[in-house]
């Protein structure tokens, strides 16, 4: 009789536990520097002929199937984008390139873009080159 009312005890008491919220611990979220988002400015309208580009993840994209029905942004305007730090990448149908946006919210990519793009430790990304290879057909950047 002793043990059935142990078992009763355990079952009653685990059964108590078992209905217990379980609060987990916080997550270690990332401090407020990294979710800030800052206001950057592309300017790609001196592409000539106008286009259509995208920062993926961002903007819609350029490769829909209709260009009547396109949402991604023309070249003709300059778009502002809420951007927190990180890396992206510019891209239009014939020339794209990395940037990120570091914890101040500048801009910073590879000074082998200089040729091509303006506005490295500003808030405007300013792109002037609708090709990869703008000038004598050599390429004017390395990924890295």
């Given amino acids: ?15 108590l536990l078992g209905s217990a919220t379980i609060i987990q611990p916080a997550a270690a979220s990332q401090p407020a520097a990294y979710t800030k988002e800052h206001a950057i400015t592309i300017d790609a309208t001196t592409i000539t002929p106008q286009s259509w580009w995208q920062v993926p993840g961002v903007t819609p994209s350029i490769y829909a199937s209709d260009p009547e029905s396109l949402d991604a942004y023309k070249t003709t305007e300059s778009r502002a984008l809420k951007l927190k730090p990180g890396k992206y990448k510019f891209g239009s149908f014939t020339y794209d390139f990395p940037f990120a946006v570091n914890l ?23 792109v002037r080159c609708s090709r990869t290879y703008p000038y004598s057909g050599q390429r004017d950047y390395q990924y890295q």
């Fill in 1 to 15: 009789m002793q043990n059935v009312k142990w078992c009763i005890g355990c079952c009653l008491l685990g059964g």
């Fill in 104 to 126: 101040e919210g500048k801009l910073e990519f590879d000074k082998s873009l200089d040729q091509c793009v303006e506005g490295r430790g500003t808030q405007t990304l300013t």
